[in-house]
């Protein structure tokens, strides 16, 4: 196949032009094309520039912001700390007929009443933990303790909600299990918010299992596991986002505030321990992580 004459040299071979002309006219096009494009490109650098100054504004008032949320919340969480202490202490000298004796009625009265301050004291602890944790004031205070005994701890503390629920706490633990190292009372506060988790999102008649066993070569592996109404795969990430309810409407059947899972998370994160979770829709979800042993020197 024959190659297609350019038309420059069309034009030069018909007498239309001579070539210096030719090629004056194809060096100022180019000489156009490199200013235009060098206007294009700093066009486009200061536009780029202009978007990274917006954006780096628009960053900071972000952060300001979520610095005021974290303060007013941690603010208010503490200042509601005062009353609630006076609200539980009349409580209790109430129930304690400390007062004056109770009718039966007004008894059943004050134990609700008593319930409610317990459940409003948890979601407070919530909310300091939390603003803590964005802050980075998450103290972790690592020491070698009984893991045995908070387990106990935490199942007791959940046993009468688990029984009113009619949900069979069943526990495949060893009183033999060795020493770990971590924070005591956030690993504590860790198992007991899982196993309310669990509780709550299970029916009536089902059973929680919580397993903890020795691994090899030094960690014991703890494991939650319920026959609630479980996660989808591509949600599981979620239930770990603070103030996040999976059910979000106005209407949900579940309470709470959706801090539990996030704090667990951050507990373990400073622990550097990761959080496993196996959900399957309507068959129920477990929770596993390890933590480390006892290290004889």
């Known amino acids: 196949s024959s190659s297609v004459p350019l038309i420059g040299q069309i034009l030069i071979d018909m007498g239309v032009i001579d070539r210096s002309v030719l090629d004056q006219a194809v060096t100022e096009q180019i000489m156009q094309l490199r200013s235009a494009l060098q206007e294009s490109n700093q066009e486009l650098e200061l536009r780029v520039h202009q978007r990274t100054e917006a954006l780096q504004i628009a960053l900071t008032k972000l952060s300001e912001l979520d610095k005021l949320k974290s303060n007013f919340i941690s603010n208010i969480s503490h200042e509601l700390r ?172 579940y309470g709470g505030t959706g801090l539990g899972l996030s704090l667990v998370r951050e507990i373990l994160k400073s622990h550097r321990i990761n959080i496993n979770v196996n959900s399957q829709i309507n068959k129920g979800s477990s929770f596993q992580f390890s933590l480390p042993t006892y290290i004889p020197q």
């Open 82 to 253: 005062t009353p609630l202490t006076h609200i539980k202490g009349y409580l209790e000298l109430f129930i304690n007929n400390s007062l004056g004796f109770l009718s039966v009625d007004q008894e059943s009265a004050i134990k609700v009443m008593i319930k409610a301050s317990e459940r409003l004291e948890k979601l407070i602890d919530d909310l300091i933990l939390f603003t803590s944790s964005e802050r980075g004031e998450l103290n972790i205070q690592p020491e070698y303790f009984r893991l045995y005994e908070i387990l106990l701890t935490a199942i007791t503390r959940l046993s009468i909600k688990a029984r009113d629920k009619k949900i069979t706490l069943e526990k495949n633990v060893t009183s033999e299990l060795p020493l770990v190292y971590a924070d005591k009372n956030k690993i504590e506060w860790v198992l007991s918010e899982l196993l309310d988790n669990a509780i709550k999102f299970s029916p009536e008649n089902t059973k929680v299992i919580i397993t903890a066993e020795i691994l090899e070569p030094n960690a014991v592996q703890i494991t939650i596991q319920d026959n609630g109404i479980g996660i989808q795969q591509e949600k599981i990430q979620e239930i770990f986002e603070p103030f996040h309810q999976l059910d979000g409407s106005p209407t949900r059947k």
